[in-house]
């Protein structure tokens, strides 16, 4: 009897290689699953279904995993304004994590033996997978095709069409990973330190020209407006803001970064909408929380985004971060003011009734309200006072 196998599939070339080479050359009963987190439409999941089938797999499976995928790890990521290497929204890094819990869960829901993904054996999600796979199914056999055999493009290409599997083999020459929170491009150009992406690479096409305001509207953090339209869930709002930005070609950047095992790694990505929440969100931040709020929100978030990035979602100091991100929160209700443009944008001020520029207290280099000179007299000689022992007893032992 054929053992059981669970696939994270996607339609994509690695993928469909993983489905037909399990299936008709290691004798796996193959169940395929595709976790939608916000990447395809519902036309565009019916079409993987039927491709699926058509390779072969026993039963296919959707999982719409949009709002979890918001909730568990998207709005942590907001709420830290959470950039790798000051650059990265942390798009596939965020996305894969997400993926593999649900396809683990799955693993757990069919009794299945073995698991099964298709990353190379040069990249981040090979770790991601199977870290989460060995927490979540201990003891479940992990296949990986592509990474086992060390298999380029060109030959996985050539061994479909043996398989006389069809689909768009021009397409696959660029590795295309579209969610929620960005899209990243991989292809020749990203596989050298020079080059970028040629503009047929991109998903999102430039159609827009001129400039266009847009209103985003925050409740404790998470974007719930745009342009005063209300949405039911924050992740409808960045869809939206992203079919109204992205057209611009804002957000399209190369990320140069440290893999997890240690090799230097580039890849195109486009993400409009979270590059804007996060500038929108971080301006409003700087207005309603104090100093030391925002100073420590910092560190955490740099050790945060580092930690998802390298698949360690499921540790439990992830959860005690993510405590101080909502505490940190409670007053980030206001108002983000921005200015599209083609390739760039500028966030042009806010609006907040617990904004700390207020005027009552005074007004940054022409107007103390709030206290007079002799107070700031006297608050000067008392906070350098320790430094100022500190010189003067250097110079009496001199």
């Given at each position: ?334 108002k983000a003011f921005v200015v599209l443009q083609r390739y760039r944008f500028q966030v042009t001020g806010i609006e907040s009734a617990f904004d700390l520029m207020s005027s009552k207290f005074g007004k940054y280099g022409e107007m103390n309200n709030g206290w007079s000179g002799e ?13 100022m022992i500190y010189h003067q007893v250097k110079d009496n032992v001199k």
């Amino acid at each position: 009897m054929a053992k059981k196998l669970v696939l994270g599939f996607s339609g994509g070339l690695d993928t469909t290689y993983c489905a037909k080479y399990l299936k008709d050359d290691r004798g796996f009963e193959v169940h395929s699953v595709i976790v939608n987190t916000g990447g395809f439409s519902e036309d565009e999941l019916k079409k993987i279904e039927e491709h699926a089938y058509r390779l072969g797999v026993k039963t296919h499976t959707t999982v719409n995993a949009v709002w979890s995928y918001y909730e568990s790890i998207i709005k942590y990521l907001i709420f830290g304004n959470c950039l790798k290497n000051n650059t990265y929204p942390l798009s596939v890094s965020a996305e894969r994590l997400s993926q593999a819990l649900h396809i683990a869960e799955h693993v757990k829901k069919l009794g299945a033996e073995a698991v099964a993904h298709g990353s190379t054996g040069a990249g981040n999600d090979q770790v991601r997978f199977d870290m989460i796979f060995n927490i979540m199914i201990p003891g479940v056999e992990i296949i990986t095709p592509i990474r086992d055999l060390k298999l380029s493009r060109e030959a996985e290409i050539a061994y479909l069409k043996e398989k006389g599997v069809q689909m768009n083999f021009e397409k696959a020459v660029y590795s295309i990973n579209k969610g929620l929170w960005g899209t990243s491009v991989g292809g020749k150009e990203t596989l050298q330190s020079n080059g970028m992406l040629p503009e047929e690479a991109w998903p999102t096409q430039v159609t827009k020209s001129g400039s266009e305001k847009v209103e985003l509207g925050f409740r404790k953090g998470e974007l719930y407006t745009v342009n005063g339209q209300d949405f039911e869930h924050p992740s409808a709002a960045i869809q939206h803001l992203q079919s109204i930005a992205g057209p611009y070609g804002i957000g399209r950047d190369i990320h140069v970064g440290d893999t997890i095992i240690g090799i230097k790694g580039r890849v195109g990505f486009e993400a409009a909408a979270p590059m804007i929440i996060l500038k929108a969100h971080h301006a409003l931040e700087k207005h309603v929380l104090t100093k030391w709020q925002l100073q420590w929100k910092d560190q955490l978030a740099q050790f945060y985004g580092n930690w998802m990035h390298e698949g360690q979602i499921l540790d439990p100091v992830m959860r005690d971060i993510e405590a101080f991100f909502i505490s940190s929160q409670q007053q980030v209700t206001g108002k983000a003011f921005v200015v599209l443009q083609r390739y760039r944008f500028q966030v042009t001020g806010i609006e907040s009734a617990f904004d700390l520029m207020s005027s009552k207290f005074g007004k940054y280099g022409e107007m103390n309200n709030g206290w007079s000179g002799e107070d700031v007299r006297g608050f000067s000689k008392i906070f350098g006072n320790q430094t100022m022992i500190y010189h003067q007893v250097k110079d009496n032992v001199k």
